[in-house]
């Protein structure tokens, strides 16, 4: 594993003990995870569109790992990625700021489950009153059920105070979430030019906040739409296969092809017995709005094969790879 170095600021009353500055391990395989799931949740419209277009959304957000390596100081961008031009930059970035908020979140706030605004709205899942022009782009639940919001960025060069001040102030313009105010509503900004790696969570003070949006997400749709786009890969890429973390029971299919040969090293033939897997605990697949109790039931995993969301990625990986002299 690699790290990065995590801050944390602003944060009051219950969440106050997470303010600081601290190392993070990040594995390939959490980065990975949090790619597919945060992917899974945009490209349920390709489903209508045939397979061109999920592997394009997959091919986006795995080619993230072309340009990250290992340094002595941490996880890092190669510095071939000074190669790419503005606009694949900038969707590189995007998926970077996607899945260090996911992990950043999960470990910092206990947020395991961290989904796009934009399709809880659209799928109906998320109803939004008094409506105003900008708003956070994630919405999280905790294991307690409470209800958090983070814009995410991921930025490759310097930015001014000025962008954390906007993305806070999206944040914030969500003042209540089922009749209740969210727990947190922060800023999450990955800093993809420090070494290593630097990720920005930044809670707005209650100066900041004001009168905005009103949200409604009944925890029942919210599941079924957070997984929505696992469960549809999990039942049209099978046949499907059960495996076992502990006492817990996955359903599984493998990874496209692709994705086993740029995650391995090659292997002896027939390469098809060793694939990468996509899993889901088999409680949420078979009844994903019961995940929060289902999750309870994760055994310790210290080869962080599972996330908190049970949504788990199977199979042999090699380490980051480290920076070339």
Known sequence: MANVTVTCRKFPGAYAATNGTRPRDVSRRAVLRAVVTVGAQRFLDVFSVG???????????LSAFSF???SPTGLCLSSRYGSLDASEKGASTYWYGMALAKI???VELGVHWLAHVDQMRDSGALTITSSTN???DLVGRDIQGAWHVIEAKGRSNSYSASLVTKAKRQAAT???VNGQPPSTTSACI?????????????DPSASEEGAGERWRIPDEDFFRQYYRGIIEYLRELGPRREQML????FVTVPLFPFFWEFFHYLPPPPFVERPLELGLLAAIYEMPERASEAVRELPRDDRGYAGTDGIAIFGPMRNWESAKE
Do not use: C, K, Y
Not at 51 to 61: E, N, S, T, V
Not at 246 to 249: I, L, P, Q, V
């Open 246 to 249: 502990g006492s817990a029971r």
């Open 51 to 61: 397979w061109r277009g999920l592997l394009h959304r997959f091919g986006m957000g």
């Open 174 to 176: 969500v003042t209540s």
């Open 190 to 202: 990955t800093s993809l030019f420090t070494q290593p790696i630097s990720v920005l969570l930044d």
């Open 134 to 136: 900008e708003r956070g």
């Open 104 to 106: 950043t979140a999960d």
């Open 68 to 70: 990250l390596e290992q």
